[in-house]
């Protein structure tokens, strides 16, 4: 299995934007991973749920204060064939 | 015609200035025997002068105002270029911590190859402190050290040619892309297990460069089984490679056993609670990977 750095990158670019693509109301609540059930734990041990769900949230919200970050990162995947002759499809 | 030589061999750098030079005065020495003659001769008297110059000039050419205003600047850039680096470099990888995990010396690396192989009759495996900062690799063999897996990780890449060579399928190219595929492991599995301690809440005193120094502990016994392997044939490469991934399972639970578990339960007694499940459970898969990842990593070299 000869992984590169550059199927490294490309594999952190997908996933991140998998999370960031994750709706809120469609979807997560729906599944009962909705923001407003997560935070009830205040407590000592929040929980490996709760965690989850916080680095989802975090996640959201970085990618989020840039303007449509998902049609940017989309964009790299896809230019990236131009410059290196289309090997990867 | 000789004459434009010497005179653009005056303008060029100095190993072709010089070579140059030499040329004009293996030619002028020819024109000095033809100094007899024709029309060159007028000129050839001065022939001997240029070359001469031109050589004299290469010598000293520092000492041509222009040329030594250009190498004052040039030097200062280098050194403003030199200092924007250390300050940015220093912020993304922290040198001082890194020169901790490099003070080591013979004896330690010694010790814990021997550690790394045979961890069964050590007793003590915590790492001594001194004034709240850990003690620096070279008085404590249970420190950790990025000097082992970055040898490690070369001779691997090494090895892993030299295996491939005696099967003939060796090429340049290759020794890159064994290099960075392990590399990929190698980043993938410290980022897994950083998301699972983030995942779990432990709270722990491991760095990210301590977890990349015992993922980096496995190539030792990659490296072992490989060269039994190319010694000794498949069998010994099955045998090296087992006992090579029964002493890093034991030597990865043992140490991170004090890490990663609470007090009570580094000491063996049985703790209840959802919590301290959850870390063991941890510490057994990171302890776990090891030996797949020994595997997944060589079996392609011994066919």
């Known amino acids: 299995m000869a992984f590169t750095l550059y199927t490294l990158i490309q594999t952190a670019i997908l996933c991140t934007n998998a999370v960031a693509v994750l709706h809120e109301e469609r979807f997560l609540s729906k599944i009962g991973w909705g923001v407003e059930q997560g935070v009830g734990g205040f407590g000592d041990d929040p929980g490996v749920k709760a965690q989850i769900l916080n680095l989802i949230r975090s996640v959201r919200t970085v990618m989020r204060v840039k303007v449509n970050s998902q049609v940017r990162m989309i964009v790299t995947f896809l230019l990236q064939g131009v410059f290196t002759g289309w090997h990867i499809f | ?303």
């Open chain 2, 1 to 303: 015609m000789d004459y434009t030589a010497s005179q653009s061999g005056f303008r060029q750098q100095p190993s072709t200035r010089l070579r140059n030079s030499s040329a004009d005065v293996s030619d002028g020495s020819q024109l000095f025997e033809d100094m007899s003659g024709s029309g060159p001769g007028a000129y050839s008297r001065n022939q001997p002068a240029g070359p001469q110059a031109a050589w004299y000039a290469g010598q000293s050419f520092l000492s041509d105002p222009m040329s030594s205003l250009a190498m004052t600047y040039g030097s200062s850039l280098a050194s403003q270029g030199k200092d924007m680096v250390d300050k940015n470099l220093d912020r993304f990888i922290p040198i001082s911590k890194l020169k901790y995990y490099f003070a080591v010396d013979t004896v330690y690396v010694g010790k814990k190859l021997g550690l790394l192989v045979f961890p069964y009759m050590h007793k003590n495996w915590e790492v001594s402190y001194q004034q709240d900062t850990p003690v620096a690799p070279r008085f404590d063999v249970n420190a950790p050290d990025l000097y082992i897996p970055a040898m490690g990780f070369i001779t691997y890449v090494l090895v892993a040619g030299l295996a491939l060579g005696t099967q003939n399928r060796f090429s340049p190219e290759l020794l890159g892309v064994q290099a960075s595929s392990a590399l990929v492991w190698l980043i993938m599995e410290v980022l897994l297990v950083l998301l699972s301690l983030y995942l779990i809440t432990v709270n722990t005193d491991l760095t990210t460069i301590d977890l990349l120094a015992f993922s980096g502990y496995k190539y030792v016994g990659m490296i072992v089984g490989v060269v039994a392997g190319l010694l000794f044939g498949r069998l010994a490469y099955f045998l090296s490679l087992l006992w090579c991934c029964a002493a890093i399972f034991v030597f990865m639970i043992r140490t991170l056993r004090l890490k990663l578990l609470s007090e009570a339960a580094a000491e063996g007694k049985l703790v209840r609670g959802a919590r301290n499940q959850l870390r063991m459970y941890l510490t057994m898969s990171i302890a776990a990977a090891q030996p797949v990842f020994m595997y997944w990593l060589t079996y392609h070299l011994i066919r």
